[in-house]
């Protein structure tokens, strides 16, 4: 009977490189609000695709990952948009104030 290679520490698997490309750090502690959301059946086989070849645990550790690497490189714009959407809802609220004004009389 054949042995089976044991796998060395110093070895990467194919989970940890890809982790390692998305910069995703594998602890999940860090994820602590669920969010629901319908996916198209391709994208969900594609997910399963991948945790198949153990490269995620799971369709939500997945999910996170992608959306991580999609969203947090560019955390620098969604800075300037918050700001940007703060200065719209001040400029609303007095236009509000204005308009409550007239309604006064």
Known sequence: MARKK???ESTPTLRDEMLKELSIDDSESKREVPVMTRLDTRVIQLLDML???NIFK???EAVA?????????QQDKFDLLQEQLSKLEEIEDTAKGIALDVMKG
């Open 6 to 8: 044991k796998k060395t």
């Open 51 to 53: 945790i198949k070849l």
């Open 58 to 60: 799971s369709r939500s």
């Open 65 to 73: 990952a992608i959306v991580e690497k999609t969203l947090l490189p």
